[in-house]
């Protein structure tokens, strides 16, 4: 497993909540172990508690977010290393059962846990994840939607770092409204101009005597 895809995690976690809109998908210990996707063994372990204490972490990691998306990388890595204090992992060489053409196993990087809950491992791997993510990458690689109201949380991949918004549903959207708004602008502007002329022309009217 690549140590990018343990960044997804702190992601997936993030966006169960929309602070704009008033949503919130995290409300049943269903939901938490949905979030670890594939069958493992901390989602199993998930009981009721595990949902108060994932919407805890959830506020943390969005904070992390919400700091590199202000420019204010110190503070995102001051808050993401205070994550990683207090949810520790093991780094460890996995092959498992992949094997390449020539039969030898396919050696990567595995994050190891022991987690005293659910939450505590998924926050281990979550922070490990997005600090991988935040070294390799750089801080303004973390960013928040920019599509109102949108503001899930994303990782700009890109080549050029011109990511701004975490789908291409709200991409368009937000193309739509700035569309929208420059032909608002275009039509006040004509119909201001066009009031400008009126009044010129009677200014310039001779008055009967």
Known sequence: MELAYYS??????????EPARNKDSLTSVEAVRD??????QMARRATDADVTRFRS????LRAVFTAADS???????DLLNSLLLEFPVSPQISGHDFLDDEGRPRWHMHLTDHPSNA??????????????????FGADRLGLCQ????????????????????????????NVAAY???????????????RTADTSQESTTPTDR
């Open 8 to 17: 997804d995690y702190a992601v997936r976690l993030v966006n169960t909540e």
């Open 35 to 40: 979030l670890f996707g594939e069958v493992s």
């Open 57 to 60: 972490v959830r506020a943390r």
């Open 71 to 77: 420019g204010d990388q110190t503070q995102a890595v």
């Open 119 to 136: 939450t505590a491992g998924y926050a281990a791997i979550a922070a490990m994840g997005l600090a991988f993510h935040l070294t390799e």
């Open 147 to 174: 599509a109102a109201p949108c503001r899930n949380a994303y990782l700009d991949t890109s080549t050029n770092r011109s990511r701004r918004y975490c789908s291409d549903r709200c991409a368009t959207r937000a």
């Open 180 to 194: 929208r708004a420059r032909k608002r602008l275009e039509t006040e502007r004509s119909a201001s101009t066009g």
